[in-house]
């Protein structure tokens, strides 16, 4: 069965720090990775995707995520965090049609 | 990608009634997946439609509860049926893009049940 784990609940960072969000999942075949951000009361806007080729994909409003298939890992990246950035962020895994899994969600406060 | 159009956006039910929530999609998608999200939780799929054949539930979801209709390749409609509090949450649909191999997602039909 495939799961999506995201270690950390909460997050607060400064604006202007850098942000790691963790993803670690299990998917018995090869996986397609997504990341969403869902602002309070709005609807769900993908940040990006992964299902082959650079490991290292680059997303919208500066965002990118590393496929590490050792790790079964794919954590999201800013190198530098807005105040606009606070939200919550779910990792997701599927494959090619088929349904979505979500992570639990990391809700990320961003600090002026 | 797709485009869907999901309605009501919102609705406020009375407890022992039924809430049929719709999805409209610009073009023909062979499955599609409805989502439920519970207050400050995440996602979790309630079942997937496919047209022609009676939908597939997720554990701990169960048909005559969530009644679904996928009468053709472009329309869906999930049912709340004998509606509760705790059924108070945001519905979605999903269907998957063939083309990029992404998921588009209806703007979510937020529930309150009183």
């Known amino acids: 069965a495939q799961s999506v784990t995201q270690p950390d609940i909460h997050i607060t960072v400064s604006e202007g720090a850098s942000l790691e969000l963790r993803c670690n999942y299990s998917?018995?075949?090869?996986?397609?990775l997504f990341w969403y951000v869902q602002s309070p009361g709005q609807g769900l806007q993908l940040l990006l995707k992964y299902f082959s080729g650079d490991t290292l994909v680059q997303g919208i409003k500066g965002f990118e995520a590393e496929f590490k298939r050792s790790q079964s890992s794919f954590n999201l990246r800013k190198p530098s965090v807005h105040w606009s950035d606070a939200a919550e962020y779910f990792c997701?895994?599927?494959?090619?049609?088929?349904?979505?899994?979500f992570g639990g969600g990391t809700r990320l406060m961003v600090k002026p | 990608s797709a485009v869907i159009s999901q309605k009501p956006s919102r609705d406020i039910c009375q407890r022992g009634t039924s809430l049929t929530i719709q999805c409209q999609v610009d073009s023909q998608v062979t499955m599609m997946f409805w989502y439920r999200q519970q207050p400050g939780q995440s996602l979790t799929l309630i079942a997937t439609a496919n047209q022609g054949s009676e939908a597939t539930y997720e554990s701990g979801f169960v048909i005559d509860k969530f009644p679904i209709s996928r009468p053709n390749l472009t329309f869906s409609t999930l049912t709340v049926s004998n509606m509760s509090p705790e059924d108070s949450s945001i519905y979605l649909c999903?269907?998957?893009?063939?083309?990029?191999?992404?998921?588009?997602f209806g703007s979510g039909t937020r529930l309150t049940v009183v």
């Open positions: 997701a895994v599927g494959n090619a049609g088929n349904m979505l899994t």
């Open positions: 998917y018995g075949a090869t996986p397609y």
């Open positions: 999903s269907v998957a893009n063939s083309r990029d191999y992404g998921y588009t």
